[in-house]
Every structure is written in C-alpha cells, then in structure tokens.
C-alpha cells in the first residue's frame, strides 16, 4: 500500500505570508495527487487535482507542484480565511485505493 | 445543482451494525467517471477513506475494513447505501459522503456532504 506523508503537521503564520506545505508519497505516483481544504466543523473542499491543477473557482493565490513521489502546496499571500488544514490524497488509477495524508494544520494570526 | 446528503442512526451500540445512507441529486452514477464513496474522520483526527462505488455494480473498500463494510448502489433512487458491521467505539466520528470525480487524471473527491457524526456507545 502507498503512504502519504505531510510536514509539517502544523504551522502558524500571520496575514500575507508565504507557506508551504510538502506530501510524500512512499512510491511514485507520477501526478496522481489532490489537495484538500477542511476548515473546521466543514467537509473537504477540493482545491488541487493532478497536482497542479486548481479546480474551478479556487483562488489563484492556491498552487501545487510536484511528481514522482514528492509534492509541495502553497498559498501565497495567506489569507485570514485559510485557517484549516490541508490534506493531499493519492488514489490508483484503477480506483482500488484512495489515501489520505495525515493532513497540515494552519492557524493564520 | 450537485448535492449529497448523508444520513443515519447517530448513537450505535458496540457490536451492532451500522448503516448510513448517501442521498444525491445533480448527477447519475450511470455516467462513465462518477461514483460515490465514503470517508470518516475521527475526533481530531485525519480523513480515512472507506468504500467507493463506481457506475453503480463496481466497489472497492478499505482493505482493512473490508470484511466489515459492504456499499450498494440504487441510481434510481439516488441513494448509496453504506454498512459496517461489528461497531466498536473506535468507529465513533464524522462520516461523509461524496462524489468521485476522476477530474484529470486523478480520482477525486469533488462534492461532499455535510457529514453525519456517529458516536458508538453502549
């Protein structure tokens, strides 16, 4: 089975900031990663698929990058409303497998 | 409009079996990339992913969930059935329904219920 990693686990950052959020993969998964958003007592909000795609409607201050097994979220410029935590998120391509990271928490001051 | 909607007993004993229904509108589980699936999150916890079912007769589960989880599909009615058998508090947490997507090349999760939390106690 593939794991996900994410680091840190928790950051605090204030408004207009630049962060960072890394997902490692425990195999290569080429491009086959999403981003999530859940802001507390919310549901998961799609933000990025296939690892640098940002889905419709999503603000462009949102961007990923990564292939093979290593992946980077950054929101640039944050946002007093980013406050959440992310969470990347394999699944094979014959959809027998979906993975989550254990998720990044980010508390904007 | 695409919306899920999960729904369910909110107190379980241990032992006895739960089951959640996932009532959708806006898309059809008979349209080639689509499905539905299932994910919990424990209190304070990461997100977990359970069960999927994918154009309707097509599941796949958690492998070390799978001998307790089985997930049905009715497209006319719209609805995604879920059960987990043999409750124990552990299984206590939020669990969701949403839409799979594959959007790209990925499968993803693109719509999402509210969540309905399930607490098992005796």
């Known amino acids: 089975d593939i794991q996900m990693t994410q680091s840190p686990s928790s950051l605090s950052a204030s408004v207009g900031d630049r962060v960072t959020i890394t997902c490692q993969a425990s195999?290569?998964?080429?491009?086959?990663l999403n981003w999530y958003q859940q802001k507390p007592g919310k549901a998961p909000k799609l933000l990025i698929y296939?690892?640098?795609i940002l889905d419709t409607g999503v603000p462009s201050r949102f961007s990923g990058s990564g292939s093979g097994s290593d992946f980077t979220f950054t929101i640039s410029g944050l946002q007093p409303e980013d406050t959440a935590t992310y969470y990347c998120?394999?699944?094979?391509?014959?959809?027998?497998?979906?993975?989550f990271g254990p998720g990044t928490k980010v508390h904007v001051k | 409009q695409i919306t899920l909607k999960e729904s369910g007993p909110t107190l379980v004993k241990p032992t006895q079996t739960l089951t959640l229904t996932c009532t959708f509108s806006?898309?059809?589980?008979?349209?080639?990339?689509?499905?539905v699936g299932w994910v919990r999150q424990s209190p304070g916890k990461a997100l977990e992913w359970l069960a999927l079912?994918?154009?309707?007769?097509?599941?796949s589960y958690r492998p070390s969930l799978k001998s307790r989880l089985s997930i049905t599909a009715d497209n006319s009615k719209k609805q995604v059935i879920l059960t987990m058998t043999h409750m124990d508090p552990v299984d206590t947490g939020t669990y969701y329904c949403?839409?799979?997507?594959?959007?790209?090349?990925?499968?993803?999760?693109?719509?999402w219920g509210q969540g309905t939390l399930v607490t098992v106690s005796s």
């Open positions: 949403a839409r799979m997507m594959v959007v790209g090349a990925t499968p993803a999760f693109d719509y």
């Open positions: 806006g898309f059809s589980l008979i349209t080639s990339g689509l499905g």
């Open positions: 079912v994918y154009r309707v007769d097509d599941q």
């Open positions: 195999q290569d998964i080429t491009n086959y």
């Open positions: 296939d690892a640098s």
């Open positions: 998120q394999h699944c094979d391509h014959v959809l027998r497998g979906f993975t």
